[in-house]
């Protein structure tokens, strides 16, 4: 390896190491002293080579997070909203819902009353007035990925994605083409135990190594439903691809996970203007 890649290899995993920690401890506010230890890197340099290579802040990387999290929180409808505030870092629920609307155009009691405010292109009224979304079977090529591993609550996978974004970044891979691939049902499986992995589309050349494993998307023909708007509201066209678009498809789902593929960039756009394609892999 050319000297020049080691190094940032070695920067990539320092901040997978800073990573980690922050999602293990998102409550907390961390300083770029423990962070910078935890990269085993100058506190002056630290913040340096994490914007330059995760392309924000340590603040706004924080934020985003937390954002996001509050999202879930909402939608999950458990919290009150006080306690959604002070997890995404807000002493107050005023400040929490000027913060919340700049990011999601809403206030926090809109969103969760609205359940959110992504849109599935191609909204139909069937007779009955049942609601039809759009979604086209097609194939799917098969791509081969590097792969970070995530075990838990499905809302945490953003962390790993995160980490993976840095390894990425250290090998000239930020432009490529990024999937999560979803192992198991959370309706069926306990959250601590749901399996799920972050990917990022690579070439021949790029070998696994302690940070990812190489492995395929492999080709099938898929159901896919493009979702415009925040990660954390895709559980309900999941909900009704499975519940309302496969019994009246004549379809048979295929032995294999679900999967998606995000179509642009997060960091770039508000939530509301994020794109995910869902895959339902489909026997045939």
């Known amino acids: 390896m050319p000297p020049r890649s080691a190094t940032l290899t070695s920067y990539a995993d320092r901040l997978g190491r800073a990573l980690r920690l922050m999602a293990a ?17 100058s506190p002056f340099h630290f913040h340096r080579v994490w914007t330059a290579m995760m392309g924000e802040t340590v603040a706004e990387t924080r934020r985003r997070i937390r954002m996001q999290r509050a999202a879930a929180d909402l ?12 997890r995404a870092g807000y002493s107050g629920v005023a400040a ?26 191609g909204v139909t009224r069937s007779e009955g007035e049942d609601v039809m979304y759009e979604v086209a079977i097609r194939p799917f090529a098969g791509v081969r990925v590097a792969a970070m591993r995530h075990v838990g609550d499905y809302q945490g996978i953003d962390a790993v994605f995160d980490r993976l974004m840095a390894w990425a970044s250290a090998r000239g891979l930020a432009g490529a083409r990024w999937f999560g691939v979803y192992h198991d049902d959370p309706a069926a499986v306990p959250v601590a135990k749901l399996r799920s992995d972050a990917c990022v589309a690579v070439g021949p050349d790029v070998v696994g190594d302690d940070a990812v494993t190489i492995t395929e998307i492999p ?12 990660y954390a509201e895709l559980e309900r066209p999941y909900r009704w691809l499975y519940g309302a678009w496969l019994p009246r498809s004549g379809e048979e789902p295929a032995d294999r996970p679900c999967f998606e593929e995000y179509l642009n960039e997060p960091r770039d756009l508000p939530p509301s203007e ?4 869902l895959h339902l892999p489909l026997r045939g």
């Open 274 to 277: 994020w794109l995910t394609a």
């Open 25 to 41: 401890r998102p409550d907390e506010e961390l300083s770029i002293e423990r962070l910078a230890e935890a990269a085993a890197l």
């Open 219 to 230: 080709a099938c023909r898929a159901a896919v439903l493009v979702f415009k708007g925040p």
């Open 75 to 86: 939608l999950r409808g458990r919290l009150p909203l006080p306690q959604v505030a002070r």
């Open 96 to 121: 929490f819902g000027r913060a919340f609307r700049a990011a999601h155009g809403v206030a926090p009691a809109t969103y969760r009353a609205r359940g959110g405010i992504g849109v599935l292109p």
